[in-house]
């Protein structure tokens, strides 16, 4: 099956730094990868849409500025968290839908990035 | 009011029985029902998805929509402790829009 990877895995920074977190569909092309986040014991809540080639669409409620999103392939997506706070902590998961089919078989997720902000 | 409501349990059962999950959605332009499986500290993985209403059987496992009164329900037969994770329901109006997903079920399968 398709398989979608993340890295790091695990990132523990200090407060202010800036935190990428890379998204790759390893064995098929993805016009359209998303990002999540998930605090313990809550949902996956959509951050933003990423499409290739163009500028990310973000939920409300998100701050476009301080979460940048960059899919400058059909392969690779970055979350870039910018200025870290310990607020920022969570697991971010990413997810990549196959270009060939819109189906939600075809939507693939990543294993999940744990931010810890000092 | 949630798009999706789940409860979040936990829910624990002995090995070997029959586990319901629901969860219950308002949107009525949700076409497509999604049952995640997720494993503490991993990314959700896909079980099964329904289209509508109508039942979809897979191994041990049953997803059920009932579109007329919104509810929606997976079916897990003799359940292993290798069940044990939480279960997110999901919806979406269709193929290429965004998921909505419930909380999640912690199921905890005991030997």
């Known amino acids: 099956g398709a398989v979608v990877s993340q890295h790091p895995s695990w990132v523990i920074c200090k407060s202010g730094t800036s935190v990428k977190i890379e998204c790759r569909s390893l064995d098929f092309q993805a016009t359209t990868m998303f990002w999540y986040r998930q605090f313990p014991k809550q949902s996956l809540m959509l951050m933003a849409t990423?499409?290739?080639?163009?500028?990310?669409?973000?939920e409300q409620g998100v701050e476009k500025d301080k979460f940048l999103i960059n899919h400058a392939s059909l392969t690779l997506s970055t979350l870039t968290v910018t200025s870290a706070h310990p607020e920022d902590s969570s697991f971010y998961i990413c997810s990549a839908r196959d270009i060939r089919e819109g189906l939600p078989d075809t939507q693939y997720f990543g294993p999940g990035t744990r931010l810890t902000v000092l | 009011q949630k798009e999706v409501e789940q409860d979040p349990g936990p829910l624990s059962v002995p090995e070997g029985a029959i586990v319901s999950l629901n969860c219950t959605y308002s949107n009525s332009a949700f076409q497509y029902f999604m049952w995640y499986r997720q494993y503490s500290r991993k990314g959700p993985e896909l079980l099964m998805y329904?289209?509508?209403?109508g039942n979809k059987e897979d191994g041990r496992f049953t997803a059920q929509v009932d579109k007329s009164s919104k509810y929606i329900s997976l079916f897990i037969r003799d359940s292993q402790p290798s069940d044990s994770a939480t279960y997110l329901c999901a919806a979406c109006s269709g193929g290429y829009q965004k998921v909505t997903f419930g909380t999640g079920t912690k199921l905890q399968v005991i030997p």
């Open positions: 990423s499409n290739e080639g163009s500028k990310a669409t973000y």
């Open positions: 329904t289209y509508s209403s």
